[in-house]
């Protein structure tokens, strides 16, 4: 089965090269034809022309350059497109900050057996955050409590940015029609997976804040959130009718 693993990176120098060989590692003897797709957004810091060095190095990695910085869900929708047409029958979705652990990806592959998409989750029995101070964690819960509540959703933890789609899943939810730049589009995503009938399965992980980089989680992406989850409501209300 094919898998290619998209990484989206803004300013990750620092963390490219250990998380790519980190995903190799996890990823060697799997049994998949995995490959790693870097997707960056023209990142100051050179980022790029690392992730060119190390794709002349390592055989399963690739970079797909972006004029400029659009925002996480641009990026991943961008992602999207390139790893389907490599042939991927399975897409998965994680952060190059090592804030979800490489060694987690198999378990979520295998999750993709029983579900249309499997979530790695910092909020089901076993899971949990590690670094964190308490404005991250308070923001964090609320965040997916509040998608919960509006959305009417099973899902714990739909602001995760750890996941496995399978083709069929981004196929149907069209990647071309989600709106959301920042992490709502992570919300997003699970909602639309929800809703054309494909079911989410949580996977326990422990979420490790960054020790490389700075965060590029902001006010106008939290902004953004508390605005797009009551019009994904209202446009599938909308849809209904």
């Not at 991927?88 to 952060?95: F, Q």
């Not at 308070?138 to 399978?166: E, H």
């Not at 981004?170 to 989600?178: E, N």
């Not at 020790?211 to 106008?220: D, L, V």
Request: charge should be neutral; proline fraction near 5%.
């Amino acid at each position: 089965m094919r898998l290619v693993v998209c990484l989206p990176t803004y300013d990750e120098r620092e963390n490219l090269e250990p998380m790519a060989r980190a995903l190799g590692a996890a990823l060697d003897g799997s049994g998949l034809a995995a490959r790693v797709l870097v997707i960056d957004d023209t990142s100051p810091d050179g980022t790029g022309e690392l992730a060119d060095r190390l794709a002349r190095e390592l055989g399963f990695l690739d970079v797909l350059h972006r004029p400029r910085k659009e925002g996480l869900g641009p990026a991943y929708v961008a992602g999207f497109e390139r790893a389907l047409a490599m042939g991927a029958e399975l897409v998965a979705t994680i952060d190059c900050d090592f804030s979800h652990d490489p060694a987690d990806l198999p378990r979520l592959v295998e999750a993709t057996s029983r579900a249309g998409v499997a979530l790695g989750s910092r909020y089901v029995p076993g899971g949990g955050t590690r670094n964190w101070g308490l404005a991250r964690r308070v923001v964090s819960r609320c965040g997916s409590v509040y998608a919960r509540a509006i959305l009417g959703i099973p899902v714990r933890d739909s602001t995760s940015g750890f996941k496995v789609y399978r083709r069929e899943v981004l196929a149907a939810i069209d990647p071309q029609r989600i709106e959301s730049r920042g992490y709502a589009f992570q919300i997003e995503t699970v909602y639309r997976a929800l809703r054309a009938g494909f079911a989410v399965e949580e996977v326990a992980i422990l979420f490790t804040d960054r020790a490389e980089g700075g965060s590029k989680m902001g006010a106008g992406i939290v902004l953004e959130a508390i605005a797009r989850v009551p019009a994904l409501r209202l446009a599938a209300a909308r849809d209904r009718l």
